[in-house]
């Protein structure tokens, strides 16, 4: 059974969509099978803290994300646009201190800024 939204949702290839299905969320590039998540994300560790944080738009990544290790310093935050990296992109050491920054365009996306819910 599909959503009003998700009739709306031609996927494109080269986007990766988030949705929910079978008690879990499932990810892919260019369809999905599932409800599209939409509006504000947490994921948390085990023990609660908080390990990404960002917003999504029909099932892709929008504007600012942030990732953070277990002991809570960053470690990397960019923002998205149409679920692809954009714009500045800042990798952090695992003591949370600038490590590099990268100014990210539609046709360098680089693997350090992988469209994935586990970073």
Partial sequence: METEEQERVQ????????????HDIKNSRGDFSGKLLHGPYAAYYPDK??????????????????SWNKEGEFTWRMRFKKGNPRGKYFLYDAQGKLKKKEL???????SDAKNSLSN
Wanted: charged residues 40%; proline residues 5%.
């Fill in 11 to 22: 996927p494109r290839l080269k986007r990766m969509y988030y949705w929910y299905a079978q």
């Fill in 49 to 66: 803290s908080l390990k990404s944080k960002g917003k999504f738009k029909k099932g892709t990544k929008k504007g600012k994300w942030k």
């Fill in 104 to 110: 990210l365009t539609p046709s360098k996306n680089k």
